[in-house]
């Protein structure tokens, strides 16, 4: 069973940083796609960023471009996403999600930040951004 478990949400000033973790079990990281998304209240679930394999690039939603990093560590079945220069539009819930590249390989490079390429998900953590 799939399962992903977040972590490392919390409340920063504006400019700072957050490290999000995102804990996969019951899968083989490397054969899976791992994405961050993220949804205010009223608002549809959007990408931020995803990693399709290890060898691969990863994506960026055009606002995080250049303050957001992602990566992944296979051997520990994490995924994070550093979160630097956090802004007053940051706040959201923040899912990291799962998709298996064999299944999805084809969509997810050409729609690789769509939630519904996207099978497994986590809880989501909390990003609060406030002075």
């Known amino acids: 069973q799939v399962q992903l478990v977040e972590s490392g949400g919390g409340s920063v000033q504006p400019g700072g940083s957050l490290r999000l973790s995102c804990a996969a079990s019951?899968?083989?990281?490397?054969?899976?796609?791992i994405g961050w998304f993220r949804q205010v209240p009223g608002k549809e679930r959007e990408g931020v960023s995803c990693?399709?394999?290890?060898?691969?690039?990863?994506y960026y939603e055009d606002s995080v471009q250049g303050r957001f990093t992602i990566s992944r560590d296979n051997a520990k079945k994490t995924v994070y996403l550093q979160m630097n220069s956090l802004k007053p539009d940051d706040p959201a819930v923040y899912y990291c999600?799962?998709?298996?590249?064999?299944?999805?390989?084809?969509?997810?490079?050409?729609?690789?930040?769509?939630?519904?390429?996207?099978?497994?998900w986590g809880q989501g953590t909390q990003v609060t951004v406030s002075s």
């Open positions: 999600a799962a998709s298996r590249f064999a299944t999805k390989g084809r969509r997810l490079m050409v729609l690789p930040l769509a939630p519904n390429n996207y099978d497994y």
């Open positions: 990693i399709i394999s290890s060898r691969g690039s990863p």
């Open positions: 019951g899968l083989t990281l490397n054969e899976y796609a």
